[in-house]
């Protein structure tokens, strides 16, 4: 157990809709980074929040954004879906910005 | 940009030793670290390099040569549950966000 909670597990939706992925980081860490996953790609870097603040952009695309909160839980929204976004969602969180822990990931599906 | 290559995919026996390679193309350098997935699990941290030469952890080894930007991931006595698959990343260092670049992941079978 890294210690970064992820809700939902699992979210099926329909395309067109938006979704809120939750993720509460471990005690301290005051980075959130959010990252996608598709089926047998590798990790692509979202986005990140530094104790409130966006610190860092990828490729992340003009229909999601995210925030971290004042007690530095962040979530990530997904608008307009499309059946590409299916996904494993990963938050992770870090102290120090070597070492991030990951959260368990949210299963996106999109039908 | 940055880039990082990795096998896709290596096999291994039971009990034997296995060296994943990772070189890396970065604007800047801090470190090159190494996460395992299991099938659909989150990743975890496995090992982390910022100077050259090895880092052991138990059965697990890191190695980077900054030089050679090449790194690589040494697995010992290979058990079953060392399936997976292994990441390599660095952070980039081209702002201060200290977000990591991960490869493509190299799966690894390990056969009885």
């Known amino acids: 157990d890294s210690g970064v909670t992820q809700t939902p597990k699992h979210l099926i939706t329909a395309t067109g809709q938006r979704v809120t992925l939750r993720c509460s980081p471990r005690s ?4 959130v980074y959010w990252y996608q996953q598709s089926l047998d790609q590798g990790l692509q870097f979202l986005i990140q ?6 610190r860092a952009k990828g490729n992340i695309l003009e229909r999601f954004s995210a925030q971290q909160f004042p007690d530095l839980h962040s979530e990530l929204n997904l608008s307009s879906l499309e059946l590409g976004d299916s996904a494993l969602y990963f938050c992770a969180s870090s102290r120090a910005g070597d070492t991030q822990y990951f959260g368990p990931g949210t299963r ?3 039908l | 940009g940055q880039s990082l ?3 896709s995919e290596v096999t291994a026996v039971e ?3 296995v060296q994943i390679n990772c070189t890396y193309q970065t604007s800047g350098f801090y ?3 190494w996460y395992q997935q299991h099938d659909g699990g989150a990743p975890t941290f496995l090992s982390y390099n910022a100077l050259d030469g090895l880092e052991e952890t138990g059965r697990f080894s890191s190695f980077l040569s900054r030089s050679d930007s090449y790194g690589y991931l040494l697995l010992q006595e290979l058990q079953m ?3 997976a698959s292994y990441f390599c990343a660095v952070r980039d260092s081209s702002n201060q966000g200290g977000k ?3 490869g493509q992941g190299t799966e690894l079978s390990v056969k009885p």
């Open chain 1, 28 to 31: 301290g860490d005051l980075s």
């Open chain 1, 49 to 54: 929040y530094y104790n409130g603040e966006e």
């Open chain 1, 108 to 110: 996106l599906t999109v």
């Open chain 2, 5 to 7: 290559e990795q096998p």
């Open chain 2, 15 to 17: 009990g034997a030793i």
């Open chain 2, 31 to 33: 470190g090159l670290s």
């Open chain 2, 81 to 83: 549950k060392d399936s």
């Open chain 2, 100 to 102: 990591l670049i991960f």
